[in-house]
Structures are given as C-alpha cells and as structure tokens.
C-alpha cells in the first residue's frame, strides 16, 4: 500500500510543483508589465517637480519645459495607435522589448542632456517613441494571458496601480533624486527599471504567433499622427494667438476626417485599415473611452497644476512638492490595488461614477485653497480624495474596453484605447499649462484646476450613460465579427431601455420623494463578462413606462405578511386626499440632514450684525436650500447604488432629532457670540431679546413656506403631465409638463408680480416726488435752480433735486470754515419733470449751469444721482468747503425709485443719465478756451457710482477727461471697478487692491491714512474709489452663490470679523440680508461714508494750505450737518 501511495504522492507534488512555477512566472510577467506600466506613467509626471531645476540647469523656461512634456505626451498618443498594429504584425513579446530598447536609449540621452532640444530629443521623442511600441503590448498581453475575468481584473488593477503610482507618485520620487543628487539622476533611475523589466520578460510568451503578412496602413498611421500633433499644437498656442488655435485645431480636425475617410475607403476595397471603423460601432466601448480620456486629462493635468502652484507661487523645493503629491500616491494605490474586491461586489459603472464623483469632490477641495494662505499640509485631503477618485475608476474603464472586443482586435483597441488615453494626457498638460503659463497666480491655479473639473464632468455623464448590462448583442463579452457590424441595433435596444429605465424612475420618484425617498430601484452596470450575481433581476414593464410586479410578489410568504394583506375587496392604496396630505407634510431623512446643516452654517457671521427677525429670514431660506440639495443627493446616490433601497429606520430619525438638537443648539449659541462680537466692533446696540427668540420660528414658517410652494409647482407639474399623457406619449408629456411649469411661473414672476410691483413702486415713489423735505427751502439766489432767473421751475426739481438746492452751505459758512471771503457756490439740477427724456434733461442743467456762470469757477463737479436722484450732502458739501466756494455743481435726475429697485428695471436709465449729463457738459467745457477751462471732477455714490463710470471707457479716458474722480460705495457690477479689481496688482487684497502701482486710480478703505501704494506718485489726475471692508453694496454679487470671492479667503479688513467664511449658497443669502441694513450702521462702517468724504476730496482735489487740523473740524461740521 505503501510503495502504491508513494507514486500518487509524487504525482501530487509534481502537479503542486507545476502550478507554483506556473503561479510564479506569472507574477514575474506580471511584475514586468507592470513596472513597464510604472515607468511611463512616471516619465510623465516626474519633470512636473524638476521645472526649476530643469528650466536653471538648460538655460530654458518654464514654459520650455511645459512643451517637452507635452511633446512627449503627445508623441505617443499619435504614435499608439499604430504600434497597437505592428504588435499583431511582429508579434507582442519583439514590439514590448523594442520599446524597451528605445525608451532606455531615450533617459539615457535625457540624462546627459547639455540643452532643450537634446532633452526633447531623449525624453519627448525617443521615451514617446519607446512607450508607443511597449505600451500596447502591455494590455494586448494581459488580455490574452488571463481569460478569467476576476484574476483579469486584478491583473489590470495591479498595472494600474503601478501606472497610477508612476504618475502620482512620480513628483515625490523625481523629487527625492532631484533633491538628493540631480534631475538627470531620474533619468537614469528610468534605465534601470528598464534593465529590470527585460530581466523580468526573460520568460514572457506571446499567446498568439506574429503574422507577418499582416499589411499595415502606413498612410492612415501618418494621418493619424499628424491630425493628433495639430490638434494639441492647437491647445498649446492658446495663450499666445486665438486665431492660430483655431486655425490649427481646424486643420487638425479636417486631417482626422481624411483620416476616417481613408479608413473608410480602405474597408470599402477590402484592405485593412490602420484602425478598423467597427471599433467604433461598440456603445460600450465608445463611452469607456471617452471616460479614459477624461481620466488621464485629469491625472496629468492635476499634476502638472499643482506641482507648477506649489513650486512656481507657494516656492516649495522639489522634495517637498513630491511629499505632498504622496497623498494622490496613497490614495490612487489602495483603490487600485482593491480592484478585484470591487470588481466582485460593484458594477463597472458604478464605479467609474464612484471614482468620477470622488475625484471631481477631491478638485473641489484643491480649488477652496485658491486664494487662502493655507497651511504647508492644506493640499493633502483633496490630493488623497482626487487619488482614491482616480483608482476606483481606472481598473474599470480599461476592463470595460478591453472586455468588448475579441482576441483578434485586442491590438486595434488596445492602441486605441492608449491613444486616446495619452490623448488624454497630453491635452490635460496642455490646457492646465496654457492657463498657468497665462499667469502663474493662484487665480490661474483656481482657473486651471476648474476647466480640468468641468472636463471631469464630461466623463462623469459619459460614465452614466454606460449600459447597466454591456457585451455583445447577446450579452456576451466579446462580440464576433458580425455583432461588430450590428452594434448600432444593439444600442437602439439598450438606449431605448436605459431611456424607459430612466423615465420610470424619475417618475416613480416625483412620485413618492414626499413618502420615502427609498422606492425606486437602483440598477448599474454590472460585471462586464457576466450578470451580477447579488442585485436581484430587472422588474418587466407593464406597457405603460411603469414596471409591474411579478406574479408571486401577491402571495404572502409569511403569516405576518398574510395578516398584512388586505382583503381582495379592500383597496390598499391611501385615498387620494390622504396621499395629498402626507405628500405636503411628509420630510425626507436626506433632506433634513441637508437642511440641518446649511441651517446651522446660516448663524456663521457676514458684513453687518442682524436681528433675530433677519436670522430667522436667512435660517429658514438656506435650510430650505440645504432640503433640496439633500433630496437632490439622494437621488444621486441611489442611481449610483447595487442593491435595493430601503426606507430609514427608526433609529435614523432618532439620531437626526439628537444631532438637530444639538447642532442648533451649538449654532444659535455661537451665532449670538458672532453678533454680539460684529455690534461691538461697530458700536451697534443690542438687539431686542424677544426679536431673538422669535427667530426659530420664522425660520419654521419661511421653511414651510419654500417648501409648500415646491410641492405646489410638483403638483401642478404632475397635474399637467397627466393631463397631456391622455394626448401624447409619457416622455413627451412628462418633458412638456416641466416646460409649460417653468413657462407659466417665468410669466407669472417676470410679467404680472415684477411689473405689478414696478407699478406700485413707481406709484408711490412718483407721489413722494412732489414733496419737500424739511429744512430744504425755494433758493433766493440765482446760483441755484429753481431760484430767481432759473431756467428750471423749482417745482419741476422733483424731492431729491430741491433737497439739493435748497440746502447746502452758505458763502458766510465757507469763509468761516477757510478763514477768507469766499463765494457762494453755484448747484443745477434738472428733475424728472423738467423734460421728458435723459438728453433734454441734461440739456437744461447744463443751460441752466452755464446761466449761472458755472463754467467761470475753477472747479465743476458732475454728479450721477441714485435711483430716486438722492446725492449726497456730505460729498457735495465736502467739495465746496475744501473749493473755498469757487465751485459749481451739476446733476439730473433719472427715475423716482430708490438704488435697489433701479437696479432691476432702470439699470439703462442710470446708464443713459451718467453718460448723457457727462457728455452735455464735456462738450460745453472743452469749447472754452483752455486757459478758461475750470477742472472738471466726477462723483458717484452707490448706484450713481455705477451710471458715473458709464461716461468713460477706462482708465485712460478717466486720466484724460477730468481733473480727478471720487466713486463712494461703487456696486459690485460696476463695470470698471471690477476691471480695476480683477486686474489689480499681484500681492494686493481684494478689498484694497493696487492698479498700476496706483499712477490714476486708487482704492481706499480708510482715506486718513495714507492710500496705498504710499511710495509711489499719484501724478495727474486723481480716480479714488472709496469703499469700507463690510459694505454689502460693495461685495454682493449673484456669484456668492456658488463661487468663493477673493476678499473672503483674505485678511478681513478692519470692521469685518476674522471669523467669517464662505459656504456655498449661505454666504449669498447672508450678503442679501445685509443689503437693506447697508446704512443702518455708525458712520464709517456699512454704506455710511458721511465723515469720511473730507478726506477721500481732501486726496482727490489737493487743495493748498489744508492742514490736518482743517480737516478735522471740517469733519465736524459735515457730520453735524447730516
């Protein structure tokens, strides 16, 4: 028995033998493509922390270096496509080695590169060269050699965790050489890895034989090389010729088309071309490209973006900056390497939209740092979120595209599918450093960083749109010959599927989002060689765009269900009044959790301190905000889901209510510190404690409100839909149904409620026109309109204008204040009754102006009124006393409503006025001799700010055109105050930005101290813009919503807390609040600018022999005198 057991035990140990040799070739196979993987991921990414270096070192630039990487991108997505064929001609195994050959040639001519054109040469030619013939192979031979496709999918996920790692990890490794010896020291790394990997593929056999009469399309591969080269050249030129970009990428368009063309025709005569067309007739495929692309675009341009801010803006040296980039390593390594665990338990789409989502969350969190002064470790979370984003995705998308086709077009979609992915790369290195090169600022960072993230968006809807259940025409993982022709019926089958799908869950869940927000069914792609074996079968469909039950879901499998079923003549369906109500009352778990949050964020401070009653007003709009966006996530989240949905547990509620309770608790009580601490540092009040505690409820009651109001407009969405379905078919009368919705509110909103308000508005303001103010009285002088000899009726001047000319001070009053006689000075005014439009209106005051002997004065001043024709006493007054009264005055009036109503129907008017009157006394002014010419200033404040910069078209024409000009408060839409703003000087803040070194215009928050730039000469004429750090006029703007302003991630100026921050959405709605209480603050804060015109003219008009004392009594007198 012995001497029989002891063969079988042989046999056993043979056979154990066979396998663990077998197992162990085929990690060293696998090891080596792999690392071949690793080392041209690498070579990609690694010179992005050697730009310094590189760029001292060869006498080059930044932007030198920028071409080389991207030539080398570039040479191999021209380039793969036809080394994908000659690996079906040469066979695998020769073309993988050849490229080897090349590559190691390549670093080592890079290493001892004496200047940029040799390193192009090594490094962008002969490595592109090199990686176009190994690349290929790589993911032909891991196709063939692992049929199964779990081991498959870990096979893929170890190369693309070896490729990610290249490319992640690349900057900390190219920055540890760097650091530690030279950058040439990692080109030579790159041979040595070669010289393993050839060591590694001693033993590697090629599954199929090489067919040496295997034609090759020598036209198409030069076609396609040239096309991609002309399309990217295009890319790179973009900062330096708009019309060379275009003209380039149009001719790289139209050489592709001739490219197709010559496919096309090459099929047609029955020569195979370089890339067979029926490639492209695979949906699955086609859409799995388009998320490669999308990925690697985002990898490198990532990369290149952030390695160029860290080591260009923030100075890191090259080891550092690869530290940093170690977070994106860790994270693309530890989702790479779970490729197999996920490819087991989730479908591939879910997990390119998974690794889409992640990704585009870890972009968001690098784009925050933009404009901060963040920590050395701030980049670290969103470089961790953006790696683990991009392992989740990559394994997949390589799978989904490999998996589609037979073994006989693994070369064609092979060097296809690298192509386009180094495509991806080359384009994504292109773009970020066209707009970094543009200018390496951190608003070039924020800029580059969001085209890649709208890029990102791209892949994410070609991801959802991915079929659930992909393959062939029978489902089957590799289509034959004659499924490639048919592929365009299979995808009018799955899209009209995927279409129906759709339908029926947006349905189901307008349905039933007030009951559960857990009902609809959640289907994704499965695994791409088989069924999923966990999510249950798909539900047919009834015929009427809804899925019917199967038959055995009406028998009872329990007892308890028994007693749950109701009897056959009972209806179990609520009534229909009975589901109304619980539609209107019912609240989703997600969107309380969304509620809750942005509800807590709402108490966070703003500009100006606010009462109870307001924080009710904001607390309950943005919790009504934060309700929707919770909804809207969960319905994200359950198109992204495997298995079916459930409704929350009880004990979910439970947790929500403690943490509500808590939170809100948190929140008001920090909330009230934070308004305590704004009212003392601008000596406000307190506000009334009942005001205070009345504040949650308003926010209950506007909540309800917002909400009720929605689920009105669902319902009269839902009513309409299915009014029209009686007529027209679901799809169109569910699309209809939004329209006609959206349609009717736009009308009620924009043509009954605004235009009903503007009448009403308009009303009431016209019958305040006609009245007079106290202390305003009928001129007794002919200096002023509506006095003896006008030309304008006093009646005529309207409220506003006989406040400005029945008031002001006197020539005694001035010669008090200067200390010598002095005149009285001269004001005109046309009302909206003086004349029927703008240009006459202007007409008058100027006739009326010149009657007066305005243009004899040595100073004329052109005010652009407010929405009602309101100036401002302080700044006229100011500029007649610092004048000595040789002064004249002019303005028009051009609406009756108040600033924030004008800004909504009367925006042209305040345009017309400030342009027209400018005009009218321009052309009077430059008819006088120049010797007899007074100098001419501008002023504006608020909404007259906006129509003052109207007269002028910048910078020049303000230099050239007047003496000098004061704008106080200017909106945020002003349109030269952004230009100024957006274009200030690097190292300026926001909220006092340096134009120019200050030459014409200047900005000031505090004009007694000195007006930066201090050191440099303010010569000529003078443009002061006036404005306070926490005047909401200044600093509202509708892109708070979803955009982070510069002035916030800044220092906060001196009446501004430290403590306030951005939050998406929040941040509006807190700015909103404050617009009304703008001028219910202390002089000096707000849109208060009363004590501190006698400085900012004091700087503008230079007048002699003002000494600082002057000013200060001055002061005095302008502010008792409001």
Same mark, same amino acid.
């Given at each position: 028995?012995?001497?029989?057991?002891?063969?079988?035990?042989?046999?056993?140990?043979?056979?154990?033998?066979?396998?663990?040799?077998?197992?162990?070739?085929?990690?060293?196979?696998?090891?080596?493509?792999?690392?071949?993987?690793?080392?041209?991921?690498?070579?990609?990414?690694?010179?992005?922390?050697?730009?310094?270096?590189?760029?001292?070192?060869?006498?080059?630039?930044?932007?030198?270096?920028?071409?080389?990487?991207?030539?080398?991108?570039?040479?191999?997505?021209?380039?793969?496509?036809?080394?994908?064929?000659?690996?079906?001609?040469?066979?695998?195994?020769?073309?993988?080695?050849?490229?080897?050959?090349?590559?190691?040639?390549?670093?080592?001519?890079?290493?001892?590169?004496?200047?940029?054109?040799?390193?192009?040469?090594?490094?962008?030619?002969?490595?592109?060269?090199?990686?176009?013939?190994?690349?290929?192979?790589?993911?032909?031979?891991?196709?063939?050699?692992?049929?199964?496709?779990?081991?498959?999918?870990?096979?893929?996920?170890?190369?693309?965790?070896?490729?990610?790692?290249?490319?992640?990890?690349?900057?900390?490794?190219?920055?540890?050489?760097?650091?530690?010896?030279?950058?040439?020291?990692?080109?030579?790394?790159?041979?040595?890895?070669?010289?393993?990997?050839?060591?590694?593929?001693?033993?590697?056999?090629?599954?199929?034989?090489?067919?040496?009469?295997?034609?090759?399309?020598?036209?198409?591969?030069?076609?396609?090389?040239?096309?991609?080269?002309?399309?990217?050249?295009?890319?790179?030129?973009?900062?330096?010729?708009?019309?060379?970009?275009?003209?380039?990428?149009?001719?790289?368009?139209?050489?592709?088309?001739?490219?197709?063309?010559?496919?096309?025709?090459?099929?047609?005569?029955?020569?195979?071309?370089?890339?067979?067309?029926?490639?492209?007739?695979?949906?699955?495929?086609?859409?799995?490209?388009?998320?490669?692309?999308?990925?690697?675009?985002?990898?490198?341009?990532?990369?290149?973006?952030?390695?160029?801010?860290?080591?260009?803006?923030?100075?890191?040296?090259?080891?550092?900056?690869?530290?940093?980039?170690?977070?994106?390593?860790?994270?693309?390594?530890?989702?790479?390497?779970?490729?197999?665990?996920?490819?087991?338990?989730?479908?591939?789409?879910?997990?390119?939209?998974?690794?889409?989502?992640?990704?585009?969350?870890?972009?968001?969190?690098?784009?925050?740092?933009?404009?901060?002064?963040?920590?050395?470790?701030?980049?670290?979370?969103?470089?961790?979120?953006?790696?683990?984003?991009?392992?989740?995705?990559?394994?997949?998308?390589?799978?989904?595209?490999?998996?589609?086709?037979?073994?006989?077009?693994?070369?064609?979609?092979?060097?296809?599918?690298?192509?386009?992915?180094?495509?991806?790369?080359?384009?994504?290195?292109?773009?970020?450093?066209?707009?970094?090169?543009?200018?390496?600022?951190?608003?070039?960072?924020?800029?580059?960083?969001?085209?890649?993230?709208?890029?990102?968006?791209?892949?994410?809807?070609?991801?959802?749109?991915?079929?659930?259940?992909?393959?062939?025409?029978?489902?089957?993982?590799?289509?034959?010959?004659?499924?490639?022709?048919?592929?365009?019926?299979?995808?009018?089958?799955?899209?009209?599927?995927?279409?129906?799908?759709?339908?029926?869950?947006?349905?189901?869940?307008?349905?039933?989002?007030?009951?559960?927000?857990?009902?609809?069914?959640?289907?994704?792609?499965?695994?791409?060689?088989?069924?999923?074996?966990?999510?249950?079968?798909?539900?047919?469909?009834?015929?009427?765009?809804?899925?019917?039950?199967?038959?055995?879901?009406?028998?009872?499998?329990?007892?308890?269900?028994?007693?749950?079923?109701?009897?056959?003549?009972?209806?179990?369906?609520?009534?229909?009044?009975?589901?109304?109500?619980?539609?209107?009352?019912? +609240?989703?778990?997600?969107?309380?959790?969304?509620?809750?949050?942005?509800?807590?964020?709402?108490?966070?401070?703003? +500009?100006?301190?606010?009462?109870?009653?307001?924080?009710?007003?904001?607390?309950?709009?943005?919790?009504?905000?934060?309700?929707?966006?919770?909804?809207?996530?969960?319905?994200?989240?359950?198109?992204?889901?495997?298995?079916?949905?459930?409704?929350?547990?009880?004990?979910?509620?439970?947790?929500?209510?403690?943490?509500?309770?808590?939170?809100?608790?948190?929140?008001?009580?920090?909330?009230?510190?934070?308004?305590?601490?704004?009212?003392?540092?601008?000596?406000?009040?307190?506000?009334?404690?009942? +005001?205070?505690?009345?504040?949650?409820?308003?926010?209950?009651?506007?909540?309800?409100?917002?909400?009720?109001?929605?689920?009105?407009?669902?319902?009269?969405?839902?009513?309409?839909?299915?009014?029209?379905?009686?007529?027209?078919?679901?799809?169109?009368?569910?699309?209809?149904?939004?329209?006609?919705?959206?349609?009717?509110?736009?009308?009620?909103?924009?043509?009954?409620?605004?235009?009903?308000?503007?009448?009403?508005?308009?009303?009431?303001?016209?019958?305040?026109?006609?009245?007079?103010?106290?202390?305003?009285?009928?001129?007794?002088?002919?200096?002023?309109?509506?006095?003896?000899?006008?030309?304008?009726?006093?009646?005529?001047?309207?409220?506003?204008?006989?406040?400005?000319?029945?008031?002001?001070?006197?020539?005694?009053?001035?010669?008090?204040?200067?200390?010598?006689?002095?005149?009285?000075?001269?004001?005109?005014?046309?009302?909206?009754?003086?004349?029927?439009?703008?240009?006459?209106?202007?007409?008058?005051?100027?006739?009326?102006?010149?009657?007066?002997?305005?243009?004899?004065?040595?100073?004329?001043?052109?005010?652009?009124?407010?929405?009602?024709?309101?100036?401002?006493?302080?700044?006229?007054?100011?500029?007649?006393?610092?004048?000595?009264?040789?002064?004249?005055?002019?303005?028009?009036?051009?609406?009756?409503?108040?600033?924030?109503?004008?800004?909504?129907?009367?925006?042209?008017?305040?345009?017309?006025?400030?342009?027209?009157?400018?005009?009218?006394?321009?052309?009077?002014?430059?008819?006088?001799?120049?010797?007899?010419?007074?100098?001419?200033?501008?002023?504006?404040?608020?909404?007259?700010?906006?129509?003052?910069?109207?007269?002028?078209?910048?910078?020049?024409?303000?230099?050239?055109?007047?003496?000098?000009?004061?704008?106080?408060?200017?909106?945020?839409?002003?349109?030269?105050?952004?230009?100024?703003?957006?274009?200030?000087?690097?190292?300026?803040?926001?909220?006092?930005?340096?134009?120019?070194?200050?030459?014409?215009?200047?900005?000031?928050?505090?004009?007694?101290?000195?007006?930066?730039?201090a050191d440099q000469p303010w010569q000529g004429s003078r443009v002061l813009y006036l404005m306070h750090p926490s005047d909401p006029i200044v600093w509202w703007s509708p892109r708070l919503i979803l955009h982070r302003p510069d002035w916030i991630g800044e220092p906060a100026g001196q009446d501004v807390m430290q403590g306030m921050f951005w939050v998406p959405f929040v941040t509006f709605w807190q700015v909103t609040a404050d617009l009304p209480f703008a001028t219910e603050v202390p002089d000096g804060h707000g849109h208060k600018y009363t004590g501190e015109y006698v400085d900012a003219w004091n700087a503008v008009l230079r007048p002699a022999g003002v000494t600082a004392h002057d000013l200060a009594r001055l002061r005095d007198i302008i502010v008792a005198g409001q």
């Amino acid at each position: 028995m012995a001497e029989t057991a002891e063969p079988g035990q042989r046999a056993q140990r043979q056979q154990a033998g066979e396998r663990t040799g077998k197992r162990a070739a085929q990690r060293r196979v696998l090891a080596a493509l792999a690392l071949a993987q690793f080392v041209c991921s690498f070579a990609g990414s690694n010179m992005n922390v050697m730009i310094n270096d590189i760029s001292r070192d060869l006498n080059t630039t930044v932007q030198g270096v920028q071409v080389a990487i991207t030539v080398f991108l570039l040479v191999m997505a021209a380039l793969m496509i036809p080394g994908g064929k000659l690996t079906d001609r040469f066979g695998r195994k020769r073309c993988f080695l050849a490229g080897l050959i090349v590559y190691a040639v390549g670093a080592l001519v890079s290493a001892a590169a004496p200047g940029l054109g040799v390193l192009i040469l090594g490094n962008s030619i002969l490595e592109g060269i090199g990686t176009a013939l190994l690349i290929p192979p790589v993911y032909i031979l891991t196709t063939l050699l692992y049929r199964e496709m779990t081991a498959r999918a870990r096979a893929f996920g170890v190369i693309m965790a070896f490729g990610g790692i290249g490319a992640a990890a690349g900057p900390l490794i190219g920055g540890l050489i760097t650091a530690g010896i030279s950058w040439r020291a990692a080109f030579v790394f790159q041979a040595l890895v070669i010289a393993v990997i050839v060591v590694l593929s001693s033993r590697l056999d090629d599954p199929l034989p090489p067919d040496r009469g295997r034609p090759f399309d020598t036209g198409g591969a030069v076609l396609s090389a040239v096309g991609l080269v002309l399309v990217v050249l295009g890319i790179l030129a973009a900062d330096n010729d708009i019309r060379l970009t275009a003209g380039l990428l149009v001719l790289g368009a139209l050489v592709l088309w001739w490219f197709l063309h010559h496919a096309r025709a090459r099929e047609r005569s029955g020569r195979e071309p370089l890339l067979s067309l029926a490639l492209f007739r695979n949906r699955t495929s086609d859409l799995g490209l388009v998320t490669q692309n999308v990925q690697w675009l985002m990898l490198m341009g990532a990369s290149f973006t952030v390695a160029a801010y860290l080591q260009v803006v923030r100075h890191y040296d090259a080891l550092k900056t690869g530290v940093v980039f170690t977070a994106a390593t860790l994270g693309l390594l530890t989702s790479s390497l779970a490729a197999e665990r996920f490819a087991q338990r989730r479908r591939p789409r879910t997990l390119i939209l998974t690794g889409f989502a992640v990704a585009l969350a870890g972009l968001a969190a690098l784009i925050a740092l933009a404009g901060r002064h963040p920590t050395d470790w701030a980049a670290v979370p969103g470089l961790l979120l953006f790696g683990l984003g991009l392992g989740v995705m990559l394994t997949p998308s390589v799978n989904v595209v490999q998996s589609s086709f037979p073994e006989e077009r693994q070369g064609e979609i092979s060097g296809l599918s690298r192509s386009v992915s180094n495509l991806g790369s080359a384009c994504g290195t292109a773009i970020a450093g066209t707009i970094l090169v543009a200018g390496l600022t951190t608003h070039a960072y924020a800029a580059a960083l969001t085209a890649l993230a709208a890029t990102g968006l791209v892949g994410l809807a070609a991801a959802a749109f991915l079929p659930r259940t992909p393959g062939g025409r029978n489902g089957s993982p590799h289509p034959d010959r004659r499924t490639l022709s048919t592929d365009t019926d299979t995808d009018t089958e799955t899209d009209a599927e995927t279409e129906t799908d759709a339908e029926t869950e947006t349905d189901a869940e307008m349905e039933t989002d007030a009951e559960t927000e857990t009902d609809a069914e959640a289907g994704t792609m499965g695994n791409v060689s088989s069924p999923p074996a966990g999510p249950s079968p798909r539900k047919p469909h009834d015929g009427k765009g809804r899925r019917a039950e199967p038959d055995t879901a009406d028998q009872p499998s329990t007892a308890a269900e028994a007693a749950r079923t109701p009897a056959p003549d009972e209806d179990p369906r609520p009534s229909p009044q009975a589901r109304k109500r619980r539609e209107l009352l019912f +609240l989703t778990l997600p969107g309380c959790w969304g509620a809750l949050v942005l509800a807590c964020l709402s108490f966070t401070p703003s +500009l100006l301190p606010r009462g109870g009653l307001v924080q009710g007003l904001i607390s309950g709009v943005t919790a009504a905000i934060g309700y929707g966006l919770g909804v809207l996530a969960a319905c994200v989240w359950r198109a992204f889901a495997d298995r079916e949905a459930r409704p929350p547990r009880h004990r979910s509620w439970t947790a929500f209510g403690v943490a509500a309770a808590v939170l809100l608790g948190l929140s008001f009580g920090f909330g009230q510190y934070w308004q305590h601490e704004i009212r003392s540092l601008m000596g406000v009040s307190e506000y009334s404690i009942l +005001l205070v505690v009345l504040s949650p409820f308003v926010a209950v009651l506007v909540f309800c409100l917002i909400l009720l109001t929605g689920r009105g407009l669902r319902g009269m969405y839902r009513w309409t839909a299915d009014l029209l379905r009686r007529r027209i078919g679901p799809r169109a009368a569910t699309a209809t149904g939004w329209i006609a919705v959206a349609a009717l509110v736009w009308v009620v909103v924009t043509g009954v409620l605004l235009n009903g308000f503007v009448a009403v508005a308009n009303e009431a303001f016209s019958v305040r026109d006609t009245t007079t103010e106290e202390g305003a009285h009928r001129p007794t002088t002919s200096l002023r309109s509506g006095g003896p000899g006008s030309l304008i009726p006093w009646e005529s001047l309207g409220m506003q204008g006989r406040n400005f000319t029945g008031t002001g001070p006197t020539a005694d009053a001035i010669g008090d204040f200067t200390g010598r006689p002095s005149r009285a000075p001269i004001r005109s005014y046309a009302g909206l009754a003086t004349a029927q439009d703008t240009e006459s209106r202007a007409a008058a005051a100027v006739a009326d102006l010149s009657r007066q002997g305005g243009f004899g004065r040595a100073n004329l001043l052109v005010v652009t009124t407010t929405g009602s024709g309101w100036v401002d006493p302080a700044a006229v007054d100011s500029f007649e006393y610092l004048s000595g009264g040789d002064s004249a005055a002019v303005a028009i009036q051009y609406s009756y409503l108040p600033s924030w109503i004008s800004y909504l129907v009367d925006q042209s008017k305040a345009r017309e006025a400030g342009r027209a009157l400018f005009d009218a006394v321009y052309d009077r002014w430059s008819k006088l001799p120049p010797d007899q010419r007074p100098r001419l200033f501008v002023a504006g404040e608020s909404l007259g700010s906006f129509g003052g910069e109207t007269a002028f078209s910048g910078e020049y024409d303000l230099r050239n055109r007047t003496a000098g000009t004061l704008f106080a408060g200017p909106p945020n839409f002003n349109t030269l105050f952004r230009e100024f703003s957006d274009h200030r000087d690097t190292g300026s803040p926001e909220i006092q930005p340096v134009h120019r070194n200050g030459r014409t215009v200047r900005f000031t928050s505090d004009p007694r101290a000195d007006i930066p730039p201090a050191d440099q000469p303010w010569q000529g004429s003078r443009v002061l813009y006036l404005m306070h750090p926490s005047d909401p006029i200044v600093w509202w703007s509708p892109r708070l919503i979803l955009h982070r302003p510069d002035w916030i991630g800044e220092p906060a100026g001196q009446d501004v807390m430290q403590g306030m921050f951005w939050v998406p959405f929040v941040t509006f709605w807190q700015v909103t609040a404050d617009l009304p209480f703008a001028t219910e603050v202390p002089d000096g804060h707000g849109h208060k600018y009363t004590g501190e015109y006698v400085d900012a003219w004091n700087a503008v008009l230079r007048p002699a022999g003002v000494t600082a004392h002057d000013l200060a009594r001055l002061r005095d007198i302008i502010v008792a005198g409001q």
